[in-house]
């Protein structure tokens, strides 16, 4: 049965529920992961989810809070490795590539120096066998995709579509993902405004993933956020892209508190009417 384990469903600001972004979608078995922000491989592991049960990792932007656990997921993957798994694929917009190299590559990666120990230490390599790898311990290989608007990758039984959102651009480039699969499809928005690209991501989706940052009657005390979403920004989006469950992360601190929270959730509900889910850490979602 398809699954989203929501890993983080926060922003840079931790809060008592949620930090950083990182989704893991289960697709017929295959394990694929959306960004990955503070915390995200210890979170996964306390999820039942190992680092090693991930080939693809994509990555929606560049911000912190979406990519700060990027040279510890890549570590662990590799020190708990046996050998055996395929290469780990990432998918992010530039300069994904420049900048896994300055964490992971012979000439200029910054953790490359863990990887000659652990390949070469005898140390080391006892404890790759005695996990069952066998013979020399191969260093890792990494294949990085700079990706744009379209077709991003395919899997066993799914295919993958980014659209270019609106949120910190020129800076940053920003993308959300359609996971279209054999049992359904799974949209993801990222963090941006609303805007039309959003729609047509999440077009007759089963499963929307939507920030929702704020609500609307606090926007004017929010300046500086007017490139990610409100609750009835979300909702409206939702409602006329016609996806069957919505649900919403990215919510930052002050929608910890009951009464915003619920006001939040009413704002929402008034305008679509599906079912929807108020995202935190470690939940999950059956999508079928």
Not at 55 to 74: G, K, N, V
């Amino acid at each position: 049965m398809p699954r989203l384990k929501i890993v983080g469903a926060g922003t840079p600001q931790r809060t008592p529920n949620r930090w950083g972004t990182c989704f893991l979608l289960d697709i017929s078995g295959e394990w694929i992961m959306i960004d990955c922000g503070p915390a995200s491989t210890y979170k996964m592991y306390r999820m039942d989810v190992s680092p090693n049960d991930i080939d693809h990792l994509f990555f929606t932007h560049l911000h912190s809070d979406h990519i700060a656990d990027y040279p510890c997921f890549l570590m662990t993957r590799f020190d708990q490795s046996i050998g055996l798994e395929p290469d780990l694929r990432v998918f992010g917009p530039p300069p994904i590539k420049d900048l896994t190299e300055r964490i992971w590559s012979k000439t200029h990666g910054a953790f490359w120096y863990d990887v000659v120990a652990r390949t070469k230490h005898p140390m080391s390599v006892h404890a790759y066998h005695n996990r069952g790898g066998s013979g020399d311990r191969p260093e890792p290989t990494i294949h990085v995709t700079e990706y744009g608007e379209g077709k991003v990758a395919s899997g066993k039984t799914w295919d993958c579509y980014a659209r270019e959102v609106k949120h910190a651009q020129p800076y940053i480039n920003c993308f959300g993902f359609r996971f279209e699969t054999e049992e359904g499809v799974v949209a993801f928005s990222g963090d941006t405004a609303p805007t039309q690209s959003v729609i047509d991501l999440a077009r007759d989706a089963d499963l929307f993933v939507q920030e929702v940052v704020h609500r609307e009657e606090t926007i004017e005390k929010l300046p500086s956020r007017i490139s990610e979403t409100g609750s009835v920004g979300a909702a409206k989006m939702a409602a006329e892209a016609g996806v069957k469950r919505l649900v919403i992360n990215h919510q930052i601190v002050r929608l910890e508190a009951l009464d915003e929270m619920a006001l939040a959730i009413k704002d929402i509900s008034d305008i679509y009417s599906g079912p929807l889910y108020w995202a935190q850490d470690f939940t999950e979602i059956d999508w079928s």
